[in-house]
Nanobody
Framework: QVQLVESGGGLVQAGGSLRLSCAAS????????MGWFRQAPGKEREFVAA????????YYADSTKGRFIVSRDNAKNTLYLQMNSLKPEDTAVYSC??????????????????????WGQGTQVTVSS
């Protein structure tokens, strides 16, 4: 059974940093492209960042580019999101997602919610002004 469990959320002041983790179990992370999404109250879930199977390719939403860094440790089956220079508008529930990559030769990122097979429950990030 595949499980994705996020941690590291919390309350932080504007300008501060947080590091989110997503621990995966029931799968071999190196076979999955991974992504981070977030959902603020009253808004749709939106793309934050994505990383390819190997970690060699990353992609960011315009709103997070230059401030957030996505990384992964396949040996530890863990995905990370380093969030710097946080803004109040970053307040949301952050979820990680996994997409099984059938063709092992493919090493690309995926940006749409529909691209992903598995989702975590999310961790709350609140940025105060």
């Amino acid at each position: 059974q595949v499980q994705l469990v996020e941690s590291g959320g919390g309350l932080v002041q504007a300008g501060g940093s947080l590091r989110l983790s997503c621990a995966a179990s029931g799968l071999t992370l190196s076979r999955y492209a991974m992504g981070w999404f977030r959902q603020a109250p009253g808004k749709e879930r939106e793309f934050v960042a994505a990383i390819s199977r190997s970690g060699g390719d990353t992609y960011y939403a315009d709103s997070t580019k230059g401030r957030f860094i996505v990384s992964r440790d396949n040996a530890k089956n863990t995905l990370y999101l380093q969030m710097n220079s946080l803004k109040p508008e970053d307040t949301a529930v952050y979820s990680c997602a996994a997409r099984f990559v059938i063709d092992s030769r493919r090493d690309m990122t995926y940006r749409a919610r529909a691209d992903y097979n598995y989702w975590g429950q999310g961790t709350q990030v609140t940025v105060s002004s």
